[in-house]
């Protein structure tokens, strides 16, 4: 699994960059282009393996047809930041930006167009929005799509994840790193790997700390609006995150539960989001849920759903309704009714319906809050069960903070977050 070190929501911060600016390697044509997908491989941590063989997948071998061709209008371009071999966080190096297009006879070209200065963090807010501007000025388009590989931890703090359940081991999202390089949760017998969102690890005078970004932080990353947004992390798939990301992507594209390390369907991926017209980020999804369900044991294990964000703003005033109506239930409601997205004890990710459900509501408010979720929500799967962990027997397709499953300091911050101010769950 590439993705479980679940980190609360993009990690990322800051090393000391040996130069001051990027260093251009190449400057495309200024063509108008139709079409143009963006993968960022945040791998300067334990998927760094993963992130490699996502792109070679994506490249194909020896070819892939469905890469744009040299001079097509349409353009692939990868972002990615990589450490050397062998898991060398102690030598800086660059993150860059690589446009990959087909000859004619469709073996893949790489063309490195930017190389960051070494000891760049790629997921530090304005480096990865820096990244993304040079992209969007250099390929104009009438979409763009967005598919972003990393780990992740949903909505909670940068760092949370990976601290004692209380946040007081932590800073501004980075804190140390104690055994394994980045903190990685106990794993099954059968050593399956998974993600969490957006870290990185350094090394600091012999020591490895490991930065994150927060979900907000995020946000403030991206610079212009996405046709689509595909998160390939654990736990991202909250309400949280797609009203936090409400304005960045019309459609958003993720995961409840943790994310095995393989990811995406990525050797169809590409046929998908660049072969049909448009983009058929839902065939995208459903390659993804049929690829792990077909597998057996713990390897069939998987959530996803795509969320049209233009339609958020109907669930949140039904939210918020029901949230002020059933406030009482809400904080009394036993977590162990509810059904829950996560493994050993980490007790942030419920489903939404679920809650509400277990609080108590109407047969008519839930009909209306059965409405809501309908009508954003355009695909949602499920396997019975999650990595032998624990069976999924509810599902809407997003998971939300439990209260009296949290803590006052995940209140606390809770009450910044987009969603809560839209709805006051948490007051």
């Not at 744009?68 to 860059?96: C, M, Q, W």
């Amino acid at each position: 699994m590439k993705k479980v070190v679940l980190a609360t929501a993009f990690m990322a911060f800051m090393m000391i960059a040996a130069c001051s600016g990027p260093l251009p390697i190449q400057e495309p044509s200024q063509q108008k282009y139709s079409r143009v997908l963006i993968y960022i491989g945040e791998g300067f941590n334990s998927l760094s393996g993963y992130i490699k063989d996502d792109i070679n997948d994506l490249k194909g071998a020896p070819s892939n047809p469905m890469l744009p061709s040299e001079g097509s209008n349409k353009a692939f371009i990868v972002i990615s930041h990589l450490p050397r071999s062998g898991g060398d966080y102690a030598t800086a190096t660059s993150p860059t930006i690589t446009r990959i297009s087909r000859d004619y006879l469709g073996r893949p070209i790489c063309d490195t167009l930017l190389r960051m200065p070494a000891g760049t963090i790629l997921t530090k807010a304005e480096n990865l929005r820096e990244a993304l501007e040079f992209v969007h000025s250099e390929f104009p388009s009438d979409t763009y799509g967005m598919i972003f590989s990393s780990h992740g931890t949903g909505w909670l703090p940068a760092g949370y994840y990976g601290s004692d359940d209380g946040g007081s081991v932590f800073s501004a999202g980075r804190r140390k790193v104690e055994g394994a390089v980045p903190y990685v949760e106990p794993a099954p017998a059968d050593g399956i790997d998974v993600k969490t969102f957006g870290q990185e690890v350094v090394d600091i005078d012999g020591s490895l700390w490991s930065y994150e970004m927060s979900l907000p932080t995020l946000a403030s990353a991206i610079p212009f609006r996405f046709d689509y947004i595909m998160l390939d992390a654990c736990l991202m798939g909250g309400i949280e995150t797609a009203y936090e990301l409400r304005d960045c992507t019309r459609y958003l594209t993720f995961s409840q539960t943790e994310i095995l390390a393989d990811g995406l369907a990525y050797e169809t991926l590409l046929g998908r989001l660049f072969g049909e017209t448009p983009a058929n980020v839902q065939g995208a999804c459903e390659d993804y849920f049929n690829m792990y369900d077909s597998k057996t044991g713990t390897y069939r294990s998987a959530t996803i759903s795509m969320v049209d964000c233009t339609k958020l703003a109907p669930l949140a005033e039904c939210c918020r309704d029901l949230f002020s109506k059933y406030r009482q239930e809400l904080f009394h409601v036993n977590p162990e009714d509810v059904q829950g997205f996560f493994r050993f004890g980490k007790h942030w990710f419920y489903d939404l319906e679920d809650i509400l459900v277990q609080a108590g509501i109407s047969d008519s408010d839930r009909s209306r809050l059965s409405d809501a979720l309908e009508d954003c929500i355009v695909y949602k799967a499920h396997t019975d069960s999650f990595m032998l962990y624990f069976d999924i027997k509810a599902y809407c397709g997003l998971s939300m903070y439990l209260p009296s499953a949290g803590s006052a300091y995940l209140d606390s911050y809770y009450t910044g977050l987009e969603w809560n101010k839209a709805t006051g769950l948490v007051l």
